[in-house]
T-cell receptor
Framework: DAGVTQSPTHLIKTRGQHVTLRCSPISGHKSVSWYQQVLGQGPQFIFQYYEKEERGRGNFPDRFSARQFPNYSSELNVNALLLGDSALYLC???????????FGQGTRLTVV | DAKTTQPNSMESNEEEPVHLPCNHSTISGTDYIHWYRQLPSQGPEYVIHGLTSNVNNRMASLAIAEDRKSSTLILHRATLRDAAVYYCILRRLGEYGNKLVFGAGTILRVKS
């Protein structure tokens, strides 16, 4: 069975640009969460979506947005990229919000 | 968010048991204790969770203090593949947002 898949695996962008990261949850999972992990730190919660609705938001600026599609896949969008947005972006899926979370391998974003 | 405290790093010999401590003195009655680990270049992986009683699964055991203010993750026979960052996380029952609040975790090094 396929686990959580994220694309792309690596990405280099320039300051001020926009980026879209994609996540496909495990089949049957309806909840998707996004996390940002800066080098040397634990992951920080950005968003959670369930049944296409936002169910939780972390302490991130409005430059960060996300959505969930009818097939439960999800996109994370970041506008006006800053150098500090360089991080590993992790997607996690779960059956419903309060159950075990399964993480993908992440997208490594580098902003130059 | 209730806070957990873990040692920055620990070292173990291969084939020996490892006890990873976690303090959570501000835990509330509805907080579950979760452990995740993150192997190099991978997303976090669920290990085990519990509420009040000790728990065992194929990966590890979780020992929870009677007052629930601390817990210990036990790896019965460490292998080189267990070298990872281990995160102790409190997750509130019924918290629909379902976010995982990661700290810095404990870096476990396993020597052969």
């Amino acid at each position: 069975d396929a686990g959580v898949t994220q694309s792309p695996t690596h990405l280099i962008k320039t300051r001020g640009q926009h980026v879209t990261l994609r996540c496909s949850p495990i089949s049957g999972h309806k909840s998707v969460s996004w996390y940002q992990q800066v080098l040397g730190q634990g992951p920080q919660f950005i968003f959670q979506y369930y049944e296409k609705e936002e169910r939780g938001r972390g302490n991130f600026p409005d430059r960060f947005s996300a959505r969930q599609f009818p097939n439960y896949s999800s996109e994370l969008n970041v506008n006006a990229l800053l150098l500090g947005d360089s991080a590993l972006y992790l997607c996690a899926s779960s059956l419903v919000p309060n159950t075990e979370a399964f993480f993908g391998q992440g997208t490594r974003l580098t902003v130059v | 968010d209730a806070k957990t405290t873990q040692p920055n790093s620990m070292e173990s010999n291969e084939e020996e048991p490892v006890h990873l401590p976690c303090n959570h003195s501000t835990i509330s009655g509805t907080d579950y204790i979760h452990w995740y680990r993150q192997l190099p270049s991978q997303g976090p992986e669920y290990v085990i969770h519990g509420l009040t009683s000790n728990v065992n699964n194929r990966m590890a055991s979780l020992a929870i203090a009677e007052d629930r203010k601390s817990s210990t993750l036990i790896l019965h026979r460490a292998t080189l593949r267990d070298a990872a960052v281990y995160y102790c996380i409190l997750r509130r029952l019924g918290e629909y947002g379902n976010k995982l609040v990661f700290g810095a975790g404990t870096i476990l090094r396993v020597k052969s």
